[in-house]
């Protein structure tokens, strides 16, 4: 084989091995200990609105977002749909699957065009068992989100609507923001409905909402994003 090419593969070959490195749930895994993980992980593509998987499918896999953002969706008996968090580029869906055979409690949609890789539950208990350390990462990212929950529930029993809003936007604007010269832009494409499924409110509660922090100038709206200015923070 031409010795160019053989090359070209070698590299390509280290490039799909490190297609994941950059996710936080990896850090400090051994190369070798992580090439079968990229061997063998799923790789799709999410077009903005599909389905990545739905509430009460069975928790047989590790979601690794790559690129894009995901709403978590859940739809209660009565039908009500409440939004319980945003996945987005380098966070991870299902890591309760590593501990417990379960469904999923909401359904994962997508926000914009994402790629997802999907690792299954046996190799990374495979993995895990060999990095210990991996073990105490998929704890803390646990941890943290229950913690977000905890904090989410404490906001919707205790402020108003409008102190609902602008804490949730200014959490985005935290989680997934970008500095702009008129503040921080949140990028994720939120409708007002979405707002509304998680803050608990009507859309035509949230409407009124957004336009008086807009006529207060505390935000205003750049083409599908919402820009907090520097008062907020």
Same mark, same amino acid.
């Given at each position: 084989?031409?010795?160019?090419?053989?090359?070209?593969?070698?590299?390509?070959?280290?490039?799909?091995?490190?297609?994941?490195?950059?996710?936080?749930?990896?850090?400090?895994?051994?190369?070798?200990?992580?090439?079968?993980?990229?061997?063998?992980?799923?790789?799709?593509?999410?077009?903005?609105?599909?389905?990545?998987?739905?509430?009460?499918?069975?928790?047989?896999?590790?979601?690794?977002?790559?690129?894009?953002?995901?709403?978590?969706?859940?739809?209660?008996?009565?039908?009500?749909?409440?939004?319980?968090?945003?996945?987005?580029?380098?966070?991870?869906?299902?890591?309760?699957?590593?501990? &417990?055979?379960?469904?999923?409690? $909401? #359904?994962?949609?997508? /926000?914009?065009?994402?790629?997802?890789?999907?690792?299954? +539950?046996?190799?990374?208990?495979?993995?895990?068992?060999?990095?210990?350390?991996?073990?105490?990462?998929?704890?803390?990212?646990?941890?943290?989100?229950?913690?977000?929950?905890w904090e989410q529930v404490a906001e919707l029993n205790s402020l108003t609507t409008r102190e609902k809003v602008l804490s949730l936007l200014i959490r985005l604007a935290r989680e997934h923001g970008e500095v702009c010269p008129e503040g921080t832009r949140i990028k994720l494409h939120l409708t007002q409905q979405?707002?509304?499924?998680?803050?608990?409110?009507?859309?035509?509660?949230?409407? &009124?909402?957004?336009?008086?922090? $807009? #006529?207060?100038?505390? /935000?205003?709206?750049?083409?599908?994003?919402?820009?907090? +200015?520097?008062?907020?923070?």
């Amino acid at each position: 084989m031409n010795e160019n090419l053989m090359g070209r593969e070698k590299k390509m070959e280290v490039k799909r091995c490190l297609c994941l490195k950059d996710i936080p749930l990896f850090i400090g895994v051994e190369r070798e200990t992580f090439r079968p993980i990229c061997q063998a992980a799923t790789k799709r593509y999410i077009r903005r609105g599909e389905v990545l998987f739905y509430q009460g499918d069975k928790v047989d896999t590790v979601c690794l977002v790559k690129e894009g953002s995901f709403k978590m969706v859940r739809v209660s008996e009565d039908g009500r749909e409440t939004i319980l968090q945003i996945i987005t580029r380098g966070e991870t869906i299902g890591e309760a699957a590593l501990f &417990q055979e379960k469904c999923h409690p $909401a #359904t994962a949609i997508a /926000l914009e065009d994402a790629k997802v890789c999907s690792i299954s +539950r046996r190799l990374m208990e495979e993995v895990i068992k060999k990095t210990p350390d991996l073990a105490w990462q998929v704890i803390a990212s646990l941890g943290s989100r229950l913690y977000a929950t905890w904090e989410q529930v404490a906001e919707l029993n205790s402020l108003t609507t409008r102190e609902k809003v602008l804490s949730l936007l200014i959490r985005l604007a935290r989680e997934h923001g970008e500095v702009c010269p008129e503040g921080t832009r949140i990028k994720l494409h939120l409708t007002q409905q979405e707002i509304a499924s998680m803050v608990g409110a009507s859309r035509v509660m949230v409407a &009124q909402v957004l336009k008086e922090l $807009a #006529t207060s100038n505390y /935000l205003y709206r750049e083409e599908k994003y919402y820009v907090l +200015r520097d008062r907020c923070f």
